[in-house]
Nanobody
């Protein structure tokens, strides 16, 4: 089992920045990929960014150049630095972990709200 605790969401003006953090505990050695998804009202949950143990990173096109995902393996934590935020970035952001055996774990979600 892996437990995930997220932090860092909030209300920010368009053009501002936020940093999300997700700390993992439990079966840490089983973790391969760590990442972030988001779900806006009335929309499906979508991948924002993910990073593998080996450092391979993927971003969804809409956040490229604005968001940066990073991972501190010593702290079992994944970060999402979000810059130049736009109103369309408003969503609940979920931390996601995938283990080497394909199990998936989700955080509780943290709200990010943009004000124009």
């Amino acid at each position: 089992q892996v437990q995930l605790v997220e932090s860092g969401g909030g209300l920010v003006q368009a053009g501002g920045s936020l940093r999300l953090s997700c700390a993992a505990s439990g079966s840490i050695a089983s973790i391969n990929t760590m990442g972030w998804y988001r779900q806006a009202p009335g929309k499906q949950r979508e991948l924002v960014a993910r990073i593998t143990t080996g450092g391979i990173i993927n971003y969804t096109d809409s956040v490229k150049g604005r968001f940066t995902i990073s991972r501190d393996n010593a702290k079992n934590t994944v970060y999402l630095q979000m810059n130049s935020l736009k109103p369309e970035d408003t969503a609940v952001y979920y931390c996601n972990v995938r283990t080497w055996t394909g199990q998936i774990y989700w955080g509780q979600g943290t709200q990010v709200t943009l004000s124009s």
